[in-house]
């Protein structure tokens, strides 16, 4: 009987618990689209990652796992580009951004709709103190804000495309 491989961090835990794990980093890592504290792309890699391990790559090998590393690092290449567009669209200043970040990080302790709106009103507030103009700044924190949602929902899309890569490698 083959003896299969172990991680070093984890020996000995059952597949039960393994597969429990990569599924609970995948989940992690979709939430992290639209979490910015959490790293999503790399959480979803990672329990993938994982979930091969398990079957110890006989079922996903390095081609499905290439793909997935790809889309993860795309995720990144979307968060940037649409952030950026959606400001750029709106001519928003560099402070917009700067403050839809700060905004970002501050709408984490307000829950979910501090999250979505924390980014509005950073970049605004970022703007308004960049140009002294209040509709531009309030055109600015809208489109860096649909900049930011566009690419989480894209951010998601890539992220659920990861987990049916590894899915259709699974089953096929």
């Given at each position: 009987m083959a003896q299969?491989?172990?991680l070093a961090i984890l020996p000995g835990?059952?597949?039960?618990?393994?597969?429990?794990?990569a599924l609970l980093l995948?989940?992690?890592?979709?939430?992290g689209a639209v979490l910015p504290a959490i790293p999503g792309?790399?959480?979803v890699f990672g329990g993938l990652l994982l979930g091969a391990f398990v079957d110890d790559f006989t079922k996903v090998?390095?081609?499905?796992?290439v793909v997935i590393g790809f889309l993860m690092v795309l995720t990144f290449v979307v968060d940037v580009v649409a952030t950026a567009l959606g400001a750029k669209k709106a001519g928003a200043s560099p402070l917009a951004l700067v403050g839809a970040g700060?905004?970002?990080?501050?709408?984490?302790?307000?829950?979910?709709v501090g999250v979505l709106v924390g980014p509005f009103v950073g970049a605004?507030?970022?703007e308004y103190l960049a140009r002294k103009d209040l509709r531009q700044a309030g055109r600015a924190g809208l489109g860096t804000w649909l900049g930011i949602v566009l690419g989480s929902a894209a951010k998601i899309a890539l992220m659920l495309a990861m987990v049916g890569v590894f899915a259709v490698a699974w089953l096929v």
């Open positions: 299969r491989k172990t835990m059952p597949d039960a618990a393994l597969w429990a794990l995948v989940l992690a890592g979709i939430a792309a790399p959480l090998g390095w081609f499905p796992l700060v905004g970002t990080i501050v709408g984490l302790f307000f829950g979910f605004a507030l970022g």
